[in-house]
């Protein structure tokens, strides 16, 4: 299958299409997503707000909310030998939720909202492990403990007592992160697990990620808006826009060589990357549309400065400019590059 | 705030024109005249009425509650006799109508759309449009008249009889009751965990692989009792004469009824006593309120380090 | 100024559209219509007038020519239904009223100033819920005397609170809004910013606890006439003809004599509550289920836009 | 007491509704057991034994107390009961008793004098008492003696040997149908109680008694249990036990079998009780008087409009519409068809234009609002009428209020007076009580003033005879009824006892179930 094709893939996205229901509107919030995601790699998933970055995590986790469903489109998740295609399997049957703690993990954003405040922490971690290990409480707790201290929340021991609200914002993270790394998943997916943290606290969390990976070689997915972190941290950049990946590649041809308008214009806005590390990604001239309405070709093209007539006829393909770098921009010539803009923007 | 209450209860009852001597013993059945006025002074009537209300105070706090003018008993025997009556219906009412509301609006909410759902919407719309005490009575037409299956309430105090010799007598009154209640604490219960259902904590248990019956259970279930306890715990003045209508409809000697035949009668000290109580159980259901929220929220819990 | 008029026009017209669009609204607004119709003309519905006695035609139950039967003196109950709505729907409307009156004034007073006034008001809501509200009716019964106008007025006293702690609520969050800053900077009056700039901003909870105070009173007439304390009994409300469902002969053997002035409470009460729910969703979007086309937008720039 | 079927053991919720099912249908009545029932006000159950001096007649009286007469069935003539007879003196103001001797408390204490002579000064001192007993005893020498702070007796009884001898101001042709409605109370139990509040004592829970039954079980708020009394000289009664209830719907439970006796004026109730096959009826003709009482100060004050009252009301049409033969219309206190009824009082047939053509005669002032009152609430058929009596009044041209008053009705009736009409009910134990209501200075007196002619004739009345006196008296006072038009009497209603037909040695004719009289409760059987 798919998987197999390129090198050692543990997650791949084919065409992944979700569509919302909203009332009488059906949202399309991701069309056409496709994401190849090698075993051991760190992929940052970067975008607006509201680009469709949590939903893939969501789609893969087969987390959606009820009014939102995978349309179309596969998601293959390698298991050890097996390839499992998660979309068909059951959403909250045995084998996706094996899968879900047990093979992915996931970390929130807003650490003080996905605790539950009428459980103790360390409860809270030890029932993932407790769901997927045959351990006995007791050993879940010894683990849990130890968990907590190798990610550096002092005191372990009498902290699995206490409640998340009793926590600080970054101490509250650590928790999340042993939630979804206690059962030693292959594939660890963060949604802006940093985005609530002040910044001295995200730059520990984020290292504290990246030893993580680096350590256990697992793969992670940090889903972001801070490009200062993208280029810390991960090793591929996936750009979306509007349900739509437009840039895919390694970090340093994303960040350095920017091909598509929006994410020209996204590092346009980060004056310099090593200047400021916490740099938010600002928005860029225009609207988001809402996904209710209906584009025809380019999503972008309403607000991108080289558009020509020829992005409003028809959906844009992927072009691959450079190996392992691929670009949905038909303003692009033969070197994968855009036009000079003549006349003041 | 109790004395506040105790105050404006008394002074209110005084402000009616109705002289409790000629209340408890009209003229026309009374041998002499004399003897009411012998009556009037042995009750302390002739003193002047802040000396009244204080001496009323001191007997309430010394568990004295007086006599009714309508039976005569002690109030505090009308109490004993009435308040279990009420007790034993409305907290098995009570009891019923959350267990049947957590549990339905559990699955409502859990499926939204499903069978426990819609019957939830249903009973919560069309449950909260009824009286009562309509409920009450076609359940009394029914079961106790056209198919006589039941008694028509008419509540037997335990005593020489068994309790299963009793029970029948309760269903229906109980019934009604948990009916009548449920309707609310549906609507209550499925919004509740609706909105639980939407928290991000969910989506983590989810995210552990939890199964979703844990999910809903270890997680959704707990959550969304807060609201569903704060309401209960407002309902807890039933306790002492919510159920009236229910108790009327089916002639159960509780304390709604006797509240009813003391202010049909203008039965002061009874009246008096009764809403000192339901004051009282007030006061003590936003206290429980908050032990019921500290329990159920560690976040206000007291004491908890920070 | 004109084009003031012309904005409050196209709201006015977008909520009638939009109340028009929403099912429940429609069921509900139906169903009250008919009922308040049906009660305007009774007599010429049933063709009899309510207090028309009739010995011979006693206890009958319903037939082609008494549609609900008849009482114990032969009075027609279809005609006593219907013209018994007038009253009962009247208690409520007027009740709710004068009950959501008292509340937004105390509720607006005690929201604005805040401090002292309001920390008083607050106490006396409390007070007020903890007071047993049968020991209020039967005050007022006995200073008053029984009457409709007292039935309206101990409802007006004692369910005022909910009103009253929405719009506090409303007036706190919306004192600290920029308009009313401006106000206060133009040195508007204190009434003149409470009443007509900050009051019109809390119209949908007013509007909304003003349609389910209706249904509560509705049926709190309904219990406090059944137990004899409510409206003059000459006055045949929908309580008042439950009376006779205190004989538990007539429970047994005329049932149509309470099953369908208890229908009709409970018919008209369901459609009240459509109407509310439909109000709630029209008026306020906070309710709406998930994210409705136009939070959408507000969503995705509220996003980025409260990152700090 | 029903016995239920105790022998189960299995819980939960099928059983317990099987259980319903066993144990509701028929408790036929046996020799072992019947079950009466009182109705209470409010609901629940059966508190107290209501204390005979205030109230008699129930069952329980019937069976626990006893008099030192017995009436018959009319409450008029009587038979020996704790006193073997009477005597009076040729003036009449002298009344000599003779109590049989061997009776005994169940207690087993002997019956003495001493409990008659302490009975008779105690019913001046209690604060509750019934009015007939207390108009008869004022008429005993040094009666004024007598009142709840002071231990004194009435000088005009006296005791020797075992008879009684009691000297009155007047001859009263009452005294021995009162005597026979006076139950003897034991002193050596009660004499160290609080007289005044007596009828609050727990000695009512299980008094000690006279009569052939005395208290087996009191269940408070559930049931009594009435046992055989083993020291009563008669016969020993045959039923071994009489459980007195509340029921709350007494045809249901007289259809399935739980109830075997109970008395009743409800309308519904007694239509309803019409198809129950295994019951057995007994309308009685008793003097409950429904009347309404008009206000003479206010719009009513010239008797044309209170005249009017009479044709503006359509009685004959709404009295049996709700009553049907229960109820009799009458337009005196003496009704037609009772000896000594005056003939020349008009029948006054409904006629609007007449009452139209009275108000305006009299100037009535239509626009003050008429406040028509009641106590009787509670009676579903009394509401039903007076809404269409107000409707009726409106009709006229008059604007009406119709509400029913809360707690002392004698107090709103007779001392405030808020109201221009009301109904009231008066249970008489005869004629002469009717027409005392008009000089009893706490009632009438109190609102309108002193009623010396009522008064006079009243007393002469008490007083009289011979037959012929009597009627010329009542002629008089029904003249001077029809001339004052202070009470308008509406109808009479008739009490209904139901029996089970199993239940037999019941009396051949049943009297007023509010009074005492031989109802042979110690003979009655069950089969």
Redesign the interface.
């Known amino acids: 299958m798919s998987l197999s094709t390129e090198k050692d893939l543990i997650l791949d996205l084919k065409n992944v299409n979700v569509k919302f229901k909203?009332?009488d509107?059906t949202?399309h919030i991701l069309r056409d997503v496709s994401l190849s995601i090698p075993r051991g790699s760190f992929l940052c998933v970067v975008g607006?707000?509201?680009c469709g970055k949590s939903v893939t995590a969501q789609a893969i986790?087969q987390?959606l909310?009820?009014?939102g469903e995978v349309s179309s489109g596969d998601i293959y998740f390698s298991q050890g030998d097996q390839v499992l295609k998660l979309n068909e399997l059951e959403k909250?049957g045995k084998q996706?939720?094996?899968?879900?703690?047990?093979k992915i993990?996931?970390i929130?954003q807003?650490t003080l909202?996905?605790?539950?405040?009428?459980?103790k922490v360390g409860r809270?971690v030890a029932?993932?492990l407790l769901?997927?290990f045959p351990v006995s409480k007791d050993e879940a707790r010894t683990r849990v403990v130890e968990l907590f201290r190798k990610l550096g929340i002092p005191d372990p021991e009498r902290r699995y007592e206490?409640?998340p609200?009793?926590f600080s914002g970054g101490m509250r993270q650590r928790v999340?992160i042993a939630?979804?790394t206690i059962c030693e998943p292959d594939l660890v997916i963060a949604d802006e697990p940093t985005?609530a943290l002040d910044v001295t606290i995200q730059a520990q969390i984020m290292t504290l990620l990246k030893d993580l990976q680096k350590s256990a070689g697992k793969t992670f997915i940090l889903i972001t808006h801070n490009m200062a972190l993208v280029s810390e941290v991960a090793d591929h950049v996936a750009v979306m826009y509007l349900g739509r990946v437009v840039e895919y590649g390694a970090v340093d041809q994303v960040l350095r060589d920017p091909r598509h308008p929006y994410t020209k214009a996204l590092m346009a806005s980060v004056p310099n990357l090593d200047a400021d590390k916490n740099v938010?990604l600002q928005?860029v001239d225009g609207?988001?549309p809402?996904?209710?309405e209906v584009t025809v070709g380019c999503e972008f093209a309403g607000r991108c400065p080289y558009v020509a007539a020829a992005c409003r006829e028809k959906t844009i393909e992927m072009t691959r400019v450079n190996p392992g770098h691929d670009v949905r921009c038909i303003r692009l010539d033969a070197n994968g590059k855009l036009p000079v803009l003549t006349g003041g923007a | 705030m109790a004395f506040t209450i105790s105050a404006l209860i008394f002074f209110a009852s005084r402000l009616s024109p109705i002289d409790p001597i000629l209340a408890m013993i009209p003229p026309d059945m009374a041998s002499d005249s004399a003897n009411l006025e012998q009556l009037r002074e042995e009750l302390g009537l002739n003193d002047h009425i802040i000396l009244q209300y204080l001496t009323w105070l001191k007997n309430i706090a010394t568990g004295d509650f007086g006599y009714s003018l309508q039976s005569g008993q002690q109030i505090s025997e009308i109490l004993a006799l009435r308040m279990p009556a009420t007790l034993e219906l409305v907290l098995t009412a009570l009891i019923l109508s959350t267990i049947l509301a957590l549990t339905l609006g559990l699955f409502a909410g859990a499926k939204k759309g499903g069978i426990a759902d819609k019957l939830s919407r249903v009973l919560g719309v069309v449950g909260i449009a009824i009286p009562d005490f309509f409920i009450g009575l076609a359940l009394l037409n029914v079961f106790a008249y056209r198919v006589s299956w039941l008694p028509s309430g008419n509540r037997v105090a335990p005593g020489q009889i068994t309790f299963w010799d009793r029970f029948p007598n309760y269903i229906l009154p109980v019934a009604t009751l948990t009916i009548a209640m449920l309707a609310v604490l549906i609507r209550y219960t499925r919004n509740s965990v609706l909105d639980t259902l939407n928290r991000d904590f969910v989506k983590t248990a989810r995210s552990k692989g939890v199964p979703e019956w844990r999910v809903l259970y270890s997680h959704v279930f707990r959550n969304s009792l807060g609201p569903v306890m704060v309401l209960l715990a407002f309902r807890l003045p039933l306790l002492v004469g919510g159920s009236i209508l229910v108790e009327t409809v089916f002639q159960w000697p509780g304390i709604g009824t006797t509240i009813i035949a003391a202010v049909t009668a203008s039965d002061y000290p009874v009246i008096m006593v009764v809403s000192m109580l339901i004051a009282m159980v007030i006061l003590f259901a936003s206290f429980l309120v908050d032990i019921v929220k500290s329990i159920l929220d560690p976040r206000v819990r007291l004491g908890g380090s920070n | 100024m004109q084009k003031k008029k012309l904005d409050q026009q196209s709201t006015a017209k977008i909520f009638i559209r939009n109340l028009l669009h929403n099912p429940s609204a429609v069921i509900g607004l139906t169903i009250i219509s008919i009922m308040i119709l049906c009660s305007v003309f009774a007599v010429q519905i049933s063709g009899v007038e309510p207090e028309y006695i009739d010995p011979i035609n006693g206890r009958l139950g319903p037939s082609l020519d008494h549609l609900m039967g008849t009482d114990q003196l032969g009075r027609d109950m279809l005609s006593r239904v219907l013209s018994g709505g007038r009253q009962s729907i009247y208690v409520g409307v007027i009740a709710s009223f004068l009950a959501n009156l008292i509340g937004t004034i105390l509720g607006a007073i005690a929201g604005y100033l805040g401090g002292k006034i309001d920390a008083v008001v607050m106490r006396v809501s409390e007070l007020v819920m903890t007071f047993p509200q049968l020991i209020l009716v039967l005050i007022f019964v006995s200073l008053l005397g029984q009457g409709i106008n007292n039935v309206i007025i101990v409802f007006a006293l004692t369910g005022w609170m909910t009103t009253f702690r929405l719009v506090r609520g409303e007036f706190f969050s919306l004192r600290e809004e920029a308009f009313v800053e401006a106000d206060r900077a133009f040195g508007f009056s204190k009434p003149r910013i409470i009443f007509r700039h900050i009051l019109p901003n809390t119209l949908s909870p007013i509007v909304v606890a003003f349609t389910i105070n209706i249904a509560i009173f509705i049926i709190a007439e309904a219990g406090l006439s059944f137990l004899g304390l409510g409206v003059p009994v000459t006055t045949p409300t929908w309580g008042n003809l439950l009376i006779a469902a205190q004989n538990p002969v007539v429970v047994d053997e005329y049932w149509w004599l309470w099953v369908f002035p208890a229908m009709s409470i409970a018919i008209f009460v369901l459609g009240v509550n459509f109407v509310g729910d439909g109000l709630r969703d029209v008026l306020d979007p906070r309710h709406k289920s998930l994210i409705a086309k136009s939070k959408w937008k507000v969503a995705l720039v509220g996003r980025l836009g409260s990152k700090k | 007491m029903r016995k239920f079927h105790k022998s189960f053991g299995a819980i939960g919720l099928a059983a317990a509704l099987a259980v319903s099912v066993l144990a509701a249908p028929t408790q036929a009545a046996t020799n072992n057991s019947i079950t009466v029932a009182e109705v209470t006000a409010g609901g629940g159950g059966v508190n107290t034994i209501s204390t005979p001096w205030f109230a008699s007649g129930s069952i329980s009286h019937h069976a626990m107390f006893r008099g030192l007469f017995k009436a018959d069935a009319n409450l008029v003539s009587v038979k020996p009961d704790l006193a073997s007879g009477y005597k009076f003196s040729k003036d009449g103001k002298t009344l000599t008793l003779t109590l049989k001797s061997g009776i005994k408390w169940s207690d087993g204490k002997d019956l003495t004098v001493d409990d008659v002579v302490w009975s008779i000064n105690s019913l001046l001192r209690v604060s509750k008492s019934n009015a007939i007993f207390v108009n008869a005893f004022k008429e005993i020498v040094g009666s004024e003696a007598v009142n709840a702070t002071n231990k004194a007796t009435m000088s005009g009884i006296t005791t020797k040997g075992n008879d009684i001898i009691i000297s009155l101001k007047s001859p009263i042709n009452v005294m021995i149908p009162v005597l026979a409605q006076f139950m003897i109370m034991p002193k050596h139990v009660l004499a160290d109680e609080d007289i005044l509040k007596l009828d609050t004592n727990s000695f009512w829970r299980n008094p000690v008694v006279l009569g052939p039954y005395k208290v087996g079980t009191f269940s408070q708020g559930n049931f009594i249990t009435l046992v055989p009394n083993d020291k009563y000289e008669g016969a020993k009664p045959i039923i071994k036990e009489i459980n007195i209830i509340v029921s709350s719907n007494l045809v249901a439970d007289a259809k399935s079998g739980k109830l075997d006796y109970f008395t009743t004026n409800d309308p519904d109730t007694i239509r309803a009780m019409s198809s129950v096959s295994t019951f057995k009826s007994a309308p009685l003709d008793v003097l409950f008087y429904r009347y309404l009482v008009v206000n003479p100060t206010g719009p009513f004050s010239n008797v044309k409009s209170r005249e009017a009252l009479k044709y503006a009301i359509d009685w004959n049409k709404l009295v049996p519409a709700i009553y049907g033969q229960q109820g009799k219309v009458i337009n005196s206190g003496v009704a037609s068809g009772m000896p000594h009824h005056l003939s020349s009082i008009p029948k006054y047939k409904y006629d609007k234009a007449k009452a139209t053509a009275l108000l305006k005669e009299a100037d009535f002032d239509f626009s003050k609002t008429i406040r028509l009152r009641t106590y009787n609430q509670s009676q579903p058929a009394v509401m039903i009428l007076l809404t269409a009596v107000a409707q009726q009044l409106t009709e006229v041209g008059m604007k009406v209020e119709f509400l029913p008053w809360t707690g002392d009705a004698t107090t709103e009736l007779w001392t405030n007076r808020n109201y221009e009409l009301a109904l009231k009910g008066l249970s008489a134990f005869n004629v002469s009580e009717w027409f005392g209501e008009y000089s009893n200075m706490a009632t009438f007196g109190k609102s309108i003033g002193a009623q010396p002619e009522f008064a006079a004739l009243s007393s002469k009345l008490l007083q009289a005879t011979t037959l012929r006196d009597t009627g010329k008296i009542l002629t008089d006072l029904q003249k001077l009824e029809q001339e004052k038009m202070y009470k308008l009497p509406m109808h009479l209603l008739k009490q209904v006892v139901f029996i089970s037909k199993n239940i037999s040695g019941t009396p051949t004719k049943w009297g007023n179930p509010l009074y005492v009289y031989q109802n042979n409760i110690a003979s009655w059987s069950a089969n």
């Open positions: 909203v009332e509107d949202l607006e707000s509201g986790m987390l909310p009820d009014n909250f996706m939720r094996d899968i879900r703690g047990g993990g996931m929130f807003d909202s996905s605790l539950n405040p009428a459980h809270q029932e993932s769901q997927h206490a409640y609200h009793e999340m939630i979804a985005t938010e928005t609207q988001t809402s996904p209710a």
